[in-house]
Structures are given as structure tokens and as C-alpha cells.
């Protein structure tokens, strides 16, 4: 008990690090799972493909090996892009083409990622709602863009609070895998105390504990914003 207090602090910023990544990722996600979900059922057979062709690749792959794409492959395929033009150019958090931050690496990864869930969030919650919501705001005169910005949308976003949560909650764990590339997340700071210390079951059970406490804070956050929206819910921790 003694060590595992002795430890809690350097735990605890992973557990920073941890909802940090989760938070950026989902956002991204949800930016990119907006755009992907609509694509599915646009009526342009490219943006079908196209949002497709995104939702298959990452769902029919593991996170894992995305995470090495983008950690470890990008920064060649940068090298190669600027030696074809022979130019030298800032690339901001990228210019070092021998490398690529963990935290870039992992928003990129874990965003790229959680967008091809939730696209297929978004595509449900769209097909969800009823036609005759269409029908009746064109029959006011809006257009097809108007209707499902102000009528569609809407009623959507409140069908998919509940496996928004989901995702939330998944991808919190997910990230555990960031410890493959040395980002500083909760997993890694246990595998670094375990490292000086050769006590692993304290110390894993200890990172297990905070697991539990972040993804039961969230599961309960969501409860409350499904009881605040009135929507019924079915996320699950």
C-alpha cells in the first residue's frame, strides 16, 4: 500500500496524459465521423466510396497497427514526398522527418480511428430519425441542405449521446497502447514504476484501479446527460 502511494502522483499524470489523448482523439473523431456518416449516404457515389473505403480500412484493421503507420511509416513517407520535390519547407510538429512526436502520433492515430466509429454512429442516428421529418421541411420550403442541418441533425445528435459514450469509454482504454510507442499515458507510467521497483502487481492493480474510477466517472457523466436530454439510454462502461 505504502509504494502504491509513494507512486500515486507519477500515476496520476498519466492519467492526465491519458484523458488528454481520449479527449482530443474523440473530438477529432466526432469531426470526422460527422463528415464520414454523411458521405455513407450522400446521394454522390465518390463520397459513398470514399467514406466507404475510410470506414472499412480502419474498422477491418487494428488501432495497434495504425499507431505504427503514423508513428513510424509517416515521417518516411514525408522524407520521400520532400526529397521527390527537392525542397526544404517547414512542416511544423513534423519538420524532424526522422520523427514524429508520440502525442501527434497518437491524436492522429486515435482520432483517424475513433472517426470510422463513430461515422457509423452518425450514419445510424441520421437513418434513424423518420421520414416524414424530411418530407415535412421540404414541404416548408427548405432545401435538402437546410433540412438536415436544422431538422435532421438535431434530432440526431440527441439519438447518439448513449454510443458516443461507448466510444468515449473505449477509446479511454484503447489508448493503453500508446505505451508501444513511449507516450507517457497511464499504462506507460506503471510500466516505468514497475521498472524500478519489480513490484507488478501493486502497481498494475493500482493502474487497473484509476481505469476503473475514469471510465465508471464517464459512464456516469453520460448518464447524466442522457437523463438531462431526455434520451433513453444504452452506453455501458
Not at 432545401?143 to 440526431?156: D, E, G, H, S, W
Not at 507510467?189 to 475514469?214: D, H, K, S
Amino acid at each position: 500500500m505504502d509504494l502504491i502511494i509513494r507512486s500515486l502522483p507519477f500515476l496520476l499524470t498519466g492519467v492526465l496524459q491519458t484523458l488528454k489523448v481520449t479527449i482530443i482523439a474523440v473530438a477529432i473523431g466526432c469531426v470526422l465521423g460527422l463528415f464520414g456518416g454523411m458521405g455513407r449516404l450522400s446521394n454522390s457515389r465518390f463520397l459513398r466510396a470514399l467514406a466507404t473505403c475510410y470506414v472499412d480500412f480502419v474498422r477491418g484493421t487494428p488501432l495497434l497497427v495504425q499507431l505504427f503507420i503514423v508513428y513510424f511509416g509517416l515521417p518516411q513517407v514525408i522524407q520521400e514526398f520532400k526529397e521527390f520535390l527537392e525542397v526544404s519547407f517547414a512542416l511544423g510538429p513534423f519538420s524532424s522527418t526522422s520523427h514524429i512526436p508520440p502525442f501527434i502520433a497518437a491524436v492522429v492515430a486515435c482520432g483517424i480511428n475513433s472517426g470510422a466509429y463513430v461515422s457509423e454512429i452518425f450514419r445510424a442516428g441520421i437513418q434513424s430519425i423518420e421520414k416524414g421529418q424530411r418530407e415535412a421541411a421540404l414541404s416548408l420550403g427548405m432545401t435538402p441542405k437546410q433540412a438536415m442541418r436544422y431538422v435532421i441533425l438535431p434530432q440526431a445528435f440527441r439519438r447518439v449521446v448513449p454510443p458516443l459514450g461507448n466510444e468515449f469509454i473505449a477509446m479511454l482504454k484503447d489508448t493503453s497502447l500508446l505505451v508501444c510507442i513511449g507516450y507517457a499515458e497511464l499504462t506507460r507510467q506503471g510500466q516505468l514504476i514497475i521498472g524500478n521497483t519489480f513490484r507488478p502487481f501493486e502497481i498494475w492493480f493500482a493502474v487497473a484501479f484509476l481505469y476503473l474510477i475514469m471510465t465508471l466517472s464517464i459512464s456516469r457523466l453520460v448518464d447524466f446527460t442522457e437523463r438531462r436530454l431526455g434520451v433513453r439510454g444504452h452506453h455501458q462502461s
